[in-house]
């Protein structure tokens, strides 16, 4: 192996080995020495990372194909990595964000008794991530797409003793499933139509073997699977109630990073999607669909986290809408810039619960900017960049998503509308909460001291403040870095592009007005003194995420539980453990009847031999004869 | 033939000849203590296993080799058989030990017929002819009774004995009629050579073949009479709960090993040629023998009894192996070694809780065994898993390996069978279990004695134990070896 491969194999091994150690002896470490190896493994992957990944930057070269092991040898599954610039794009935000988030961690865990075991799973969560963005195939893929849900599950409901938490870790866990169950079929299509899961030969030979029915149907499974994962209507529903895990478990997990790792799989297989324009346009409409309606919904939550969930979905849509659009880069860029900001936005919300001794209604903040002055000054930052407004990272990665969308014309510049329309949304509620958190008059209860966060945390949040700030170099119309870096990974793709001249200036300045329109809207409702009430039908109706959740606990919790019941009853107690019981009794009986064949007397014994006999005797002579 | 061979062809069963001769004469002339008999048997039984291994090493995988005439064949089938069978009756022998220094001066009597079973069980599996086949039948089964009633304290014993004695005899005189119109048929009783019954069946076209054929059925009566195959197996339950607790685990798995031996040369390499006709037979008896074995196992409240049931069913799992004809024999080797194995070892503590020299282990002798022994529990736990065939035991290796045979060989239907009497088997198996861990004894229940357990026992459950556990966790290389070595 060569000293690359040896880095990128490294780049997984360190996290998995730190969460291993965590693991076996996590309460021992104690704090903080639990936190700091986390975080050093994180940071250690990191550096691997920008060193394996430097090459790439100076052009020149190659993907690599780090093989492992064999794996399914029947199958001919090896498991093995790709190094490739959009792994190692991946690969780069996953650690730099991922440590940021653990150094934070550090400090918001403080006295948490789960210290150790926090730091095991974060850990192992940066390892899986890190095995579905560097896997050279489906099958490994497929491994750390699950042991990301896995994670997920582990650390929203890491204060298990709390209900909420517990049943907001299984419904992530069981709407994933759903997603997955699609991602599944997906991949044996893919088997049976290659013969093969890795991607050397599945995106190498799809242009010439696949026909277009069959691409369309492994694409749109594939959708589910990273419906399911990035939370995309309809399988979004988990993500707001993932916020009952601690906030640096949203920030890594339910905003960075495992979020956009259906982004990132819709990106790695854009080949596939694009031998199958409608399911490409499935996911463009998908995309927007969920970023408007989530954006709707955010307008009117109360709970700082949960206005960020929405925020997530609403973002991730985005992105979705950019890949699906064949703005490939576009849409890896937002992910990269949105891991910046929202990472932030979490991490400053929680500096703001921490402060407030774990209150997270807007409506009990306000006027903390005096009290915390480091959160506020990056909070404010990352509501910059996120409601686009230049030159902070956001606008650059937005803007080129939404000029690529009208650059395609035709139905696109519908799609292009709409999400014009959801980036002045965006900027209103994310003004909304702001305003209504740090600004305005302080609405916290008596007595409550609200204090800033020790040094670990603001570090973190500085670190991140720089990158939502200028985030965007990399990747701007004249030095369109971010593009060469990746052009390699998407060769051969049908790419949108963006518009020339004087349109891009055109829809540049739209998308800044509609920011504008938006942060000055909520600047007129909620810096006043008296802010809205926020009442009526229709903000009721946002607030309740129009009634889905509902809808889906009354038609598939309670239809799942009466199916459930059904079976127990009907099917097994009486169905199959009547056939199994009745079987038993069946045998014994008949053991029964035939016991007084043995009567102990050797005449009749005899008699069974000469019986025997005779059946045998007229078996073999009804085949001889005489 | 080589005539430097002729004595070494035989040469197991004369040591174990002269093992007993002069275990007899020195029992006579100088009284000695127990210890000599066992420097002599396990002399004898060491030189026979030595010379079979020997045998082994230069025979496997050739032609078989006959000598004296015809009468005996010296092949990998006839080492194996020794290989098995003679360290089979030293663990036996140890089982039985305390058994045996309880009976004064007669105990040399008993380890004679011992040594002389084993040797008859080896001639039947090197016999090469069927009046050869029939004098080993004869040795091994007249060494069997006298054991199975040698206490001569208890009358349920020497009923045992007696019954056991005249169905034998019948079964005898069946497979001798079945020898005389196989001779009738084709002329000879030997099985090779120029003018052997294979060689004869091969190179003929039979236009009349109902006397060959009613030999054949007789044949398979009195093999299957010693193998307790179903509807052949009304003698072992009453046998096996008479005969003394310290002997029934010889006599089990002795009679096992010998009967499918000789069944298997007989059927596969002598009347190859008439698979057709005997493998739809075998697999009715395969059948049956598993069906009734277990329904029967099921209602017993005895575990000795219970154990024979199950020996009748395993009879039934075996002869699936035969189904396949050759491809078979090495499966079946397989599966009859190790369960020769967990069936000593089962009666071994069945001897060791209910009393070696009783007949009867009602399940009431067994409640809260887990509790009062232990060891002795989870050797038996461990053989009884084996036998219902848990994985990683040998008993689940071995169950695979016969299935397989037999649907290579297209009898889908008997798999189907043997694996729902494998599922309805584990009941009275867990029975056991439960019994030994689950349920405490009766209020004033009279349990006999705490388990006494001789360092004889514990040996051969420590090798029942190693065996069934090596073999069940890696059983490739054995299987490998057997499918190999055995071209009969």
Redesign the interface.
């Given at each position: 192996m060569e000293a690359g491969e040896v880095m990128v194999s490294l780049l997984i091994l360190l996290p998995l080995g730190g969460s291993a150690l965590l693991l076996a002896f996590g309460r021992r470490l104690g704090e903080p020495a639990a936190g700091v190896l986390g975080t050093l493994t994180v940071g250690a992957a990191f550096v691997l990372a920008a060193v394996a990944g430097g090459d790439f930057l100076a052009g020149g070269a190659h993907a690599t194909h780090i093989p492992w092991f064999d794996w399914l040898a029947p199958l001919g599954v090896r498991a093995g990595l790709l190094w490739d610039p959009l792994s190692a794009l991946m690969a780069l935000v996953v650690t730099g964000v991922g440590a940021l988030i653990h150094l934070y961690s550090i400090g918001y865990m403080k006295a948490d008794p789960g210290f150790g075991r926090f730091f095991a799973y974060m850990n192992l969560f940066v390892a899986s991530m890190l095995i579905l963005v560097l896997a050279d195939g489906f099958a490994l893929l497929f491994v750390g797409w699950e042991l990301v849900g896995l994670c997920s599950y582990l650390l929203i409901s890491f204060w298990f003793e709390k209900p909420v938490a517990a049943a907001a870790g299984k419904k992530a866990f069981v709407v994933n499933r759903v997603g997955d169950a699609g991602f599944l079929v997906a991949l044996m299509l893919v088997f049976a139509a290659f013969g093969s899961l890795s991607y050397e030969e599945v995106l190498g030979r799809a242009a010439g073997e696949l026909s277009t029915g069959m691409a369309t149907a492994i694409t749109l499974l594939l959708l589910m699977g990273a419906a399911g994962k990035s939370a995309q209507f309809p399988l979004y529903v988990w993500l707001p109630d993932a916020m009952e895990g601690p906030t640096p478990v949203s920030a890594l997990i339910h905003a960075a990073t495992m979020v956009t790792a259906g982004v990132f799989m819709v990106a790695r297989t854009g080949v596939l999607f694009d031998l199958a324009p409608v399911s490409a346009a499935v996911v463009a409409a998908v995309g927007i669909g969920t970023a408007l309606y989530a954006a709707s919904i955010a307008v009117a939550q109360y709970d700082i986290k949960r206005v960020l969930a929405y925020s997530t979905i609403s973002q991730l849509g985005y992105m979705f809408a950019g890949v699906g659009a064949g703005a490939y880069v576009a849409g890896m860029f937002h992910l990269t810039t949105h891991a910046f900001f929202k990472a932030l936005l979490f991490l400053g919300a929680g500096a703001v619960i921490h402060a407030l001794a774990g209150e997270q209604d807007l409506r009990r903040m306000g006027g903390l900017w005096r009290r915390l002055p480091v959160t506020t000054v990056t909070m404010v930052v990352a509501w910059l960049a996120i409601s686009g407004i230049p030159p902070l990272a956001g606008f650059w990665s937005k803007d080129e998503i939404l000029a690529t969308l009208f650059a395609r014309g035709g139905a696109w510049r519908a799609v292009w509308a709409v999400g014009l329309l959801t980036a002045l949304l965006t900027a209103f509620y994310m003004s909304r909460l702001i305003f209504l958190a740090l600004f305005g008059e302080r609405r916290w209860a008596e007595g409550a001291h609200p204090h800033e966060a020790p040094k670990v945390m603001t570090v973190a949040l500085g670190a991140l403040a720089v990158l939502a700030l200028a985030g965007g170099v990399v990747n701007t119309p004249w030095r369109p870095g971010l593009e060469h870096f990746l052009e390699p990974a998407f060769e051969g793709l049908d790419l949108a592009h963006l518009p020339s001249g004087a349109t891009q200036w055109v829809l540049a300045a739209l998308s800044v007005a509609a920011a504008a329109a938006g942060i000055l809207l909520a600047a007129g409702a909620y810096l006043r003194a008296r802010r809205p009430a926020e009442e009526g039908p229709t903000w009721e109706l946002l607030r309740r995420g129009y009634g889905v959740d509902e809808a889906y606990a009354r038609v598939f919790a309670a239809g799942g539980q009466a199916v459930a019941r059904f079976t127990d009853e009907a099917v097994d107690q009486k169905g199959v453990d009547g056939l199994v019981n009745g079987l038993?009794v069946l045998?014994?009986t008949?053991?029964?009847r035939?016991?007084p064949?043995?009567t102990?007397f050797?005449r009749q014994?005899?008699l069974?031999?000469v019986?025997?006999?005779v059946?045998?005797?007229a078996?073999?002579?009804s085949?001889?004869?005489? | 033939m080589n005539g430097s061979l002729t004595f070494l062809s035989v040469a197991p069963e004369i040591a174990l000849a002269a093992a007993v001769v002069l275990l007899l004469l020195v029992e006579v002339t100088f009284k000695p203590r127990a210890w000599a008999w066992a420097v002599v048997a396990g002399a004898g039984l060491a030189a026979g296993t030595a010379l079979s291994a020997w045998q082994w090493v230069a025979h496997r995988g050739a032609d078989t080799g006959t000598f004296w005439n015809g009468m005996i064949a010296v092949d990998g089938f006839a080492a194996l058989a020794g290989l098995l069978v003679f360290p089979l009756a030293g663990l036996g022998l140890m089982s039985a030990w305390r058994l045996a220094a309880s009976q004064g001066r007669r105990g040399a009597e008993f380890i004679a017929l011992v040594l002389l079973a084993a040797a008859g069980a080896h001639l039947m599996a090197a016999a090469a002819d069927f009046i050869m086949l029939f004098i080993g039948l004869e040795v091994f089964s007249l060494s069997l009774y006298v054991l199975a009633g040698f206490t001569r304290e208890r009358v349920d014993a020497d009923e045992a004995s007696?019954?056991y004695f005249?169905?034998g005899a019948?079964?005898s005189a069946?497979f001798l009629y079945g020898v005389a119109l196989v001779f009738a048929a084709t002329g000879s009783t030997t099985f090779y050579g120029d003018g052997g019954i294979a060689d004869y069946l091969a190179g003929t076209v039979i236009f009349?073949?109902?006397?060959?054929?009613?030999g054949?059925?007789?044949l398979?009566?009195g093999l299957?009479?010693k193998v307790s195959a179903a509807?052949?197996h009304?003698?072992a339950?009453?046998v096996y709960q008479g005969a003394p607790g310290g002997v029934t685990g010889f006599l089990a798995a002795a009679a096992k090993v010998a009967g499918f031996a000789a069944l298997a040369r007989v059927l596969t390499a002598v009347l190859g040629a008439r698979a057709d006709?005997?493998v739809?037979?075998v697999a009715?008896l395969a059948a049956a023998s598993v069906v009734?074995g277990t329904?029967?196992a099921?209602?017993q409240d005895d575990v000795k009894r219970l154990l024979a049931y199950s020996s009748v069913a395993h009879a039934g799992f075996i002869l699936t192996a035969l189904v396949a004809g050759r491809g078979g024999v090495g499966d079946m080797w397989f599966y009859l070694a190790t369960y020769a194995v967990q069936v000593l070892g089962a009666f071994t503590v069945a001897a060791a809780v209910s009393g070696d020299r009783a007949g009867r282990s009602p399940l009431a002798h067994w409640a809260g065994l887990g509790r009062r022994a232990p060891w002795l529990a989870a050797a038996m736990t461990l053989m009884l898993l084996a036998m219902a065939g848990i994985p990683l035991t040998a008993g689940f290796a071995g169950k695979v390996a016969v299935f397989r045979a037999a649907i290579d060989a297209g009898y889908l239907w008997l798999v189907i069978v043997a694996v729902l009497a494998t599922v309805?088997g584990l009941?009275f198996y867990l029975r056991v279990i439960v019994a030994m861990y689950l349920a405490s004894p009766e209020e004033g229940a009279s349990l006999p004695a705490s388990p006494a357990v001789g360092w004889g026992a514990r040996f051969v459950l420590a090798v029942a134990a190693a065996a069934t556990l090596v073999f069940g966790i890696a059983p490739w290389p054995l299987l490998e070896v057997l499918r190999d070595a055995l071209p009969l």
């Open positions: 038993g045998v014994r008949v053991g029964e035939l016991r064949l043995q102990g050797v014994y005899g069974g031999i019986l025997g006999a059946a045998l005797l078996w073999f002579l085949r001889g004869g005489f | 007696l019954k005249l169905l019948f079964a069946v009349r073949p109902g006397v060959l054929l009613a054949l059925a007789l398979l009566v299957a009479f509807p052949f009304v003698w339950p009453d006709d005997w739809p037979a009715v009734v329904l029967l099921i209602v309805a009941f």
